[in-house]
């Protein structure tokens, strides 16, 4: 399984510093992924967590002021990158094209997308899910060389931080959806996943891992999480 940790735009230089104290310590058999602030990106020192960015620039090195590309992002040992997310594109607007363009960037420096995808709660009550789903994820991977290296993280965004999830069902259906059009890539769940509905989460063999929000900052509750998950007592 794998476990990414969103941190979002939370836990600042001296926080951060203590979170990685707390995780040191944390038990799991599965992969641990921290996505730390960008800023973090340079203090992070998990030996046994893997490390991720939360955004990458679309473009380039260059005159693009405030952006980090994804060249920068591998001189810090960065592996994976959450593009996508439902967060920068609602606040951010980020285009079909622009997350297309950081996919395409983070594939030439060899840094492998958490690609986020997901339906409103609007859409889902017009019955649009797959069909923002496909768009979502169509648009994201063209010309991509090695599409079946993405992780794709389906995150409901009527989900996230509400402390409602779908239906399992719900998520059934959207992951063999998901694997219809990419059969071969690791999909995670996202959305107000915790230690109170992981007993349900996991019974879901289509679902490789979670990408936590919340939850990333509770290093307490974390470890509930992952000995429910590892069947750990
Ligand atoms: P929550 O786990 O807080 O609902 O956030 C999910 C998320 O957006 C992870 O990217």
């Known amino acids: ?3 990414a940790l969103n941190n979002k735009s939370n836990l600042n230089k001296i926080e951060f510093e203590e979170y990685q104290n707390q995780l040191e310590n944390i038990e799991a058999t599965s992969q641990m ?3 730390p602030t960008y800023l973090n990106v340079n203090a992070f020192r998990l030996k046994k967590m893997n490390l991720g960015a939360q955004n ?3 473009t380039t090195k260059g005159a693009y002021t405030g952006e980090i590309s994804a060249e920068d992002l591998k001189t810090y040992h960065v592996e994976y990158c959450i593009v ?3 967060e920068r594109r609602q606040n951010q607007h980020e285009s079909f094209e622009e997350i297309n363009h950081k996919l395409l960037r983070l594939e030439e420096n060899e840094i492998i997308p958490i690609l986020c995808i997901g339906e409103t709660k609007e859409e889902r009550e017009q019955n649009k899910v797959k069909e ?3 768009e979502e994820l169509e648009s994201a991977i063209q010309d991509l060389k090695e599409k079946e290296k993405i992780i794709i993280a389906y995150e409901p965004i009527w989900s996230i ?3 409602i999830i779908p239906t399992k069902e719900e998520i059934i259906e959207v992951f063999e959806f998901i694997k219809t059009i990419l059969p071969n890539n690791k999909i995670l769940y996202g959305g107000s996943a915790n230690e109170k509905n992981i007993e349900m989460l996991k019974t879901i063999s289509q679902i490789d891992g979670f990408l936590l929000g919340g939850l990333s900052l509770k290093p307490n509750e974390l ?3 992952i000995n ?3 069947n750990r007592n």
């Open 1 to 3: 399984m794998i476990i």
């Open 33 to 35: 992924i921290v996505c």
């Open 56 to 58: 990458v620039s679309a």
């Open 84 to 86: 996508g997310h439902s």
């Open 132 to 134: 923002i789903l496909k």
């Open 161 to 163: 931080g509400t402390g």
């Open 223 to 225: 470890q509930t999480f």
């Open 228 to 230: 429910i998950l590892e």
